[in-house]
């Protein structure tokens, strides 16, 4: 069989196997945190009214995110029906569309030939890198309109850049127009998948890139803003217009005053950090392959001599590093000056990293550039043995656990220094090995921490006990969960929020005032107040944090 046809093959297995991973064990888990529940929710509700407009949680108007991601879980939804598994599979579909921007960008430097064939396999192993990226993994197997993002201005500026590179290929292809064109139709599904952040990532990190290169944007670039500009925002019109339209000053105070200006200059929505707090966040978000990331960086003067200088594969290697470097740079600086930080804003640099690091990876090749696989099979070993300790001092995990968890650890930590001639194939090696850590830890870890940080289980022991329709008043800030599980039975204030917890006393006068049976979510350190008072309180169940509780009237 031809090579070209067995590479061929390679990539769609490759692929596949890549994307059943991401699909796999998507329902697992329930939906945890502040977040998931609530994005699951609003999609529901707009699915339930048939209105595709006004996001909406518990019946009151939500304009903290854009529609993107809403009309694809209500599209998931209606085929498939809802759970856990359909609200995230919107997430994983953009996780492996990210993937495959990676891919197509690479594929396209491979084009540029050259006799030492220096660039093959530059495709693969930035689409592998991506792919097994702990950042793109896990935001992939959760309902994030981060990963919608990062999706959307991945493919934009993969658009630009496959522009600028159909220069150097060998078939001296020029740029066409519906390049640009696909640039800024993601610019417009950018704004529609998280707001203003959609336009101002990919317009800064061209403006970076051409910074660095210190040459301005050809003439068809620039005049194509006259119409490409009216053409992105034709595609955020879809949603903007009607929303707009329909709810006026509201919408615009809330949606662009409050949550992106007010967000990114105070601390009004409690997520302040330090400045430096990305720098590491970013080394996280980037394992396993950190220390390919960091080597990639070190050579940022070569890379900006190589955009300029030597042959058609250097310098085509050299500016897409250039401009992975600015896609690097731009929102780490960005929000890194945020007055609110979360470790999810900064994902859309991962596809900036996966493209570094798959310029690391094909020097494997030659046995060259080794340190950062040594590098990264040290931390292997020691993530391995960590676990096991962790498991021995504090008992929260089972020895079977801890031991399946180190096992592939172990085995991608030891098969450099076993196979040192072998370096690309323990590169492929660890990357195999970072899927099957992953697939122990959805299953054998995440489910202990998960029950602590979701209502799911309590609200079933609510309801094996007679509670099913029963309203839930005063909620926990940090766990918002039964505003999915339990929807429409939480009760909201005037403000449009859900009743948060202030007391016993609270529980008990509003249960009197009602003349119901009311549900309620107690602090553990609070439980014994119940059974101080004067009306019965059933305590149901409880984790680690909470107990659910049935305050009752006589």
Not at 213 to 225: A, C, N
Not at 226 to 235: E, K, Q, R, S
Not at 287 to 313: E, I, M, Y
Not at 435 to 457: E, G, H, K, L, N
């Amino acid at each position: 069989m031809h090579p070209s046809t067995l590479a061929k093959r390679g990539t769609v297995l490759l692929f596949l196997a890549i994307a059943a991973f991401y699909f796999y064990a998507l329902g697992h888990l329930p939906l945890v945190g502040p977040d998931e529940p609530r994005y699951a929710q609003v999609a529901r509700e707009m699915l339930l009214r048939g209105d595709l407009i006004t996001p909406t949680l518990g019946g009151h108007t939500w304009f903290e995110k854009p529609a993107l991601l809403y009309w694809m879980m209500i599209a998931s939804f209606k085929l498939f029906g809802v759970s856990e598994w359909t609200a995230r599979l919107p997430s994983a579909i953009s996780g492996l569309l990210t993937v495959a921007a990676v891919f197509v960008v690479g594929r396209q430097l491979e084009l540029v030939k050259d006799e030492e064939n220096k660039l093959r396999g530059y495709a693969p192993w930035s689409a592998i890198a991506a792919a097994t990226t702990i950042g793109i993994v896990a935001f992939s197997q959760a309902v994030s309109f981060d990963i919608l993002l990062t999706m959307t201005i991945t493919w934009a500026l993969a658009f630009y850049i496959l522009y600028v590179l159909r220069e150097d290929s060998e078939a001296n292809e020029k740029p066409r127009g519906w390049l640009l064109a696909g640039f800024y139709i993601f610019l417009g599904l950018s704004l529609l998948a998280k707001g203003l952040a959609g336009i101002v990532l990919p317009v800064g990190i061209i403006g970076v890139y051409h910074i660095f290169q210190r040459e301005l944007p050809g003439k068809k670039i620039f005049f194509s803003v006259f119409w490409g500009l009216p053409l992105a925002l034709a595609v955020a019109a879809l949603w903007y217009a009607p929303v707009i339209s329909r709810h006026g000053w509201l919408f615009i105070d809330q949606f662009f005053i409050q949550h992106h200006f007010a967000r990114y200059i105070s601390d009004k929505y409690h997520h302040s950090q330090p400045v430096y707090f990305y720098l590491l966040v970013v080394p996280l978000l980037a394992l396993p392959w950190t220390a390919f990331l960091f080597n990639g960086l070190l050579q940022l003067k070569s890379w900006l001599w190589h955009a300029k200088v030597g042959d058609r594969a250097n310098q085509g290697l050299g500016r897409l590093m250039t401009f992975a470097l600015a896609w690097f740079i731009f929102p780490l600086i960005f929000f890194s000056f945020s007055g609110s930080k979360l470790p999810g804003y900064i994902l859309p640099i991962a596809p900036a990293v996966a493209l570094i690091v798959g310029g690391q990876l094909i020097r494997l090749r030659s046995n060259s550039g080794s340190w950062p696989l040594r590098l990264t099979a040290v931390v292997s070993l020691i993530f391995a043995f960590g676990s096991l300790a962790y498991s021995w001092r504090t008992g929260n995990w089972s020895l079977t656990t801890a031991s399946l968890l180190a096992a592939p650890l172990f085995a991608s930590g030891c098969f450099p220094f076993l196979f040192p001639r072998k370096q690309a194939a323990s590169a492929a090696f660890m990357a195999a090995m970072t899927i099957v850590t992953m697939i122990v830890v959805m299953y054998r870890v995440a489910p202990t921490f998960a029950d602590d940080q979701s209502s799911r289980r309590l609200l079933q022991l609510a309801g094996a006990r007679g509670y099913s329709q029963t309203a839930i008043y005063g909620m926990q800030r940090s766990d918002r969960t039964s505003e999915f599980y339990a929807a429409g039975r939480v009760v909201y204030g005037a403000d449009g929020e859900p009743i948060l917890y202030q007391g016993a006393n609270q529980v008990f006068e509003e249960c009197r005032k009602r003349g119901e049976t009311l549900l309620t979510f107690v602090p553990i350190r609070d439980v014994n107040q119940f059974s101080e008072m004067s009306s019965p309180a059933d305590v149901i169940g409880s984790n680690d944090r909470y107990a659910i509780v049935a305050v009752c009237t006589r």
